[in-house]
């Protein structure tokens, strides 16, 4: 079983920073795709990003591209997505889901594909 926590949300104005954290706690031997989701009242969740394993690959959803950067600390179990420039539009609960795979350049982007997730975390961004 994996379990997923996540950090770091709020409440921050137009423009500015937050950095999301994930701490796994995940099974010895296995390796983890990672990814962050967001959904906003009335909508779908919608991938923002996703990294491999292994960190060398990552996918960026176009509306967040040049803004947010998905990373992660494999020692610490650990996801991070630093949000710089927020807009009020990323305004939304923020998940972070796993998906177990062995491809160190796998990063799924369909939610059905991540069987792991967890609670959430607001993110709000005001005008």
């Known amino acids: 079983q994996v379990q997923l926590v996540e950090s770091g949300g709020g409440l921050v104005q137009a423009g500015g920073s937050l950095r999301l954290s994930c701490a796994a706690s995940?099974?010895?031997?296995?390796?983890?795709?990672m990814g962050w989701f967001r959904q906003a009242p009335g909508k779908e969740r919608e991938i923002v990003a996703a990294?491999?394993?292994?960190?060398?690959?990552?996918y960026y959803v176009d509306s967040v591209k040049g803004r947010f950067t998905i990373s992660r600390d494999n020692a610490k179990n650990t996801v991070y997505l630093q949000m710089n420039s927020l807009k009020p539009e990323d305004t939304a609960v923020y998940f972070c889901a796993a998906a177990a795979g062995y491809s160190s350049s796998w990063r799924p982007i369909s939610r059905w594909e991540y069987p792991y997730w967890g609670q959430g975390t607001q993110v709000t961004v005001s005008s």
């Open positions: 990294i491999s394993w292994s960190g060398g690959s990552t």
């Open positions: 995940i099974r010895t031997g296995r390796t983890y795709a």
